[in-house]
């Protein structure tokens, strides 16, 4: 399984993105995708997670009621829409399919 993210970029405080993950490989039916990230000098931390089936959600009490993780299971792909950003939430997000992890996407936020 291959996941690849885009979506990231810089932006102001205060403002939305949403980022992208499309998983590609065999036969795609993963237990959960989620996105981590990691920021300058930290270790990486857990910041959502969408249970496949069913459409579960879980989310860090540090992005709670701003961000939203969702997914489109005929197009083996997760979204994390991200708004009212931070500062602190500049980092490089990775995205996560059980033990598949994509190769990241910066996300800058400018005060």
């Known amino acids: 399984v291959q996941l690849v993210e885009s979506g990231g970029g810089l932006v102001q405080a205060g403002g939305s993105l949403r980022l992208s993950c499309a998983a590609s490989?065999?036969?795609?039916?993963?237990?959960?995708m989620g996105w981590f990230r990691q920021a300058p000098g930290k270790e990486r931390e857990f910041v959502a997670v969408?249970?496949?089936?069913?459409?579960?959600?879980y989310y860090a009490n540090s992005v709670k009621g701003r961000f939203t993780i969702s997914r489109d299971n005929a197009k083996n792909t997760v979204y994390l829409q991200m708004n009212s950003l931070k500062p602190e939430d500049t980092a490089v997000y990775y995205c996560?399919?059980?033990?598949?992890w994509g190769q990241g996407t910066l996300v800058t936020v400018s005060s």
């Open positions: 996560n399919a059980d033990e598949a």
């Open positions: 490989g065999r036969t795609f039916s993963p237990y959960h």
């Open positions: 969408i249970r496949w089936s069913g459409g579960t959600t």
